[in-house]
């Protein structure tokens, strides 16, 4: 009985948790580290804001000193947390390097980054251009901040900074680790080899992702069904090539270029600073109306137009298009090299 009990639990064949068991670990992990984080955001906002700072940066308002130091912490502790989970998660509990998670950081995955951020902000450009023609967006002026008083350089350059951290900590949870933790346990269902494993995971944590979009301001069922077909896009630059460049890259200028440079909301919420501000008006079927393309038919098609340009530019540079091995067959650390 006792060995039934820790063979549902533990695999002893890879020395390690059975895969929903690493996945409550991260969770686990997770939540302990958001808690310590929170406590310890809290202490250092009340602290900072308590004194007699000046940002130049921030217009020297003690306004912009409060919203400033508290954008920094709370950035900071989602980073933090995320990528310090998935570190120890897949330390301890998956027996992974962090750079099995898609950080093999050589000439390669920059090539590959280059590639996505041009890509994110093409596609973007192209709904925003598409809108344009059409007499859905109009523009009314250059350099819009929502809170008057406030610097647009600094909230400018602040938009970039988050989009970065939240494209590389949202890709390397939903992508790097669930999709390979996943792909990898499907592999071992009777009658599914690595690309339905492939597929099953990516299924599942494109749900996922668009199920952690749902709250958001202005969600609606079809702006779910965009996030999800969007996640797919992001995803396949994941499996061709088993890094995160392309799939970090696509995802930081999307947003960046959908919000700080084109003014449309960003999966339901505004940022409060564009570098043209704008009108906005058209069918939200094909606009997706107060969430942002994502929610319309515009976003959907050029999701599906990244998708059809990642497989290209993969095919140009490797010769080939498949789920890379890397993504369903893990290098294990072992006793030797740990």
Request: net charge positive; aromatic share 12%.
């Amino acid at each position: 009985m006792l060995g039934r009990v820790k063979s549902l639990l533990w695999n002893e064949r890879t020395r390690r948790l059975r895969l929903p068991w690493r996945l409550v670990a991260l969770l686990v992990v997770l939540a302990v580290l958001g808690l310590g984080a929170g406590v310890v955001g809290s202490a250092l906002t009340s602290v900072a804001i308590t004194r007699p700072l000046v940002l130049s940066t921030a217009g020297g308002s003690t306004g912009q000193v409060a919203v400033a130091i508290g954008n920094v912490v709370s950035l900071a502790a989602q980073v933090a947390v995320t990528v310090g989970g998935v570190y120890l998660a897949g330390r301890f509990a998956d027996r992974r390097w962090f750079r099995d998670f898609g950080f093999r950081l050589d000439r390669a995955w920059w090539l590959d980054l280059g590639f996505g951020l041009a890509l994110g902000a093409a596609l973007m450009t192209g709904i925003f251009l598409v809108c344009l023609v059409a007499g859905w967006v109009t523009v009314t002026g250059l350099f819009s901040v929502a809170r008057p008083g406030f610097s647009f350089p600094y909230w400018f350059g602040w938009g970039f900074v988050t989009f970065v951290a939240v494209g590389v900590y949202e890709e390397l949870l939903f992508r790097g680790h669930l999709v390979t933790n996943l792909a990898e346990g499907f592999r071992w269902f009777d009658r599914v080899g690595p690309r339905g494993a492939v597929g099953l995971a990516t299924l599942v944590t494109s749900g996922l992702f668009g199920v952690a979009h749902a709250a958001n301001p202005n969600a609606s069922p079809a702006s779910t069904v965009g996030i999800v077909l969007a996640a797919f896009m992001l995803a396949a630059g994941y499996v061709f090539t088993g890094e995160l460049a392309i799939p970090i890259g696509i995802h930081v200028t999307w947003n960046f270029f959908q919000g700080i440079v084109y003014g449309f909301p960003v999966s339901g919420t505004s940022f409060g600073v564009s570098l043209l501000a704008v009108d906005r008006s058209g069918p939200a079927l094909v606009t997706g109306g107060a969430f942002g393309p994502e929610a319309g038919l515009l976003g959907l098609v050029a999701a599906a137009i990244g998708l059809g340009l990642i497989a290209a530019w993969v095919r140009w540079r490797e010769g080939t298009v498949g789920v890379d091995e890397a993504v369903t067959t893990p290098e294990l650390r072992t006793s030797r090299t740990e």
